[in-house]
């Protein structure tokens, strides 16, 4: 599997799993940092093709699942295990689309 296709599974499971975790209201605040540190985030932002806003929150987010211990099973798969769990997927539905579920 394409690192293009990988890059674009991991963004579609980010963007659902921030959407479920969306709150009504949002809460807005001033981050100061260093301007290297500021650099880094936007150039890995712009990689991930996201804002520099989503990123900062992606990686808060990450840093608390962590800490509780709720850390995602995605964020602890190997490239390998990742690949086969997408080829099974897909795979998956390929059957069910051709039994015509």
Avoid: C, H, W
Avoid at 33 to 58: C, F, H, V, W
Avoid at 69 to 91: K, M, N
Wanted: net charge positive; aromatic share 6%; hydrophobic share 40%.
């Amino acid at each position: 599997m394409s690192f293009g296709v990988k890059k674009y599974i991991m963004m579609f499971i980010d963007v659902i799993s921030m959407a479920i975790k969306k709150e009504k209201k949002d809460f807005q605040t001033t981050v100061k940092m260093p301007q290297s540190l500021k650099n880094d985030a936007e150039r890995s932002a712009n990689e991930l093709g996201i804002s520099l806003m989503e990123y900062i929150r992606r990686a808060v987010q990450e840093k608390l699942d962590r800490e509780s211990g709720a850390v995602r099973d995605i964020v602890t798969v190997t490239d390998e295990e990742l690949d086969a769990r997408i080829e099974a997927f897909l795979e998956k539905k390929l059957a069910e689309k051709k039994l015509g579920k």
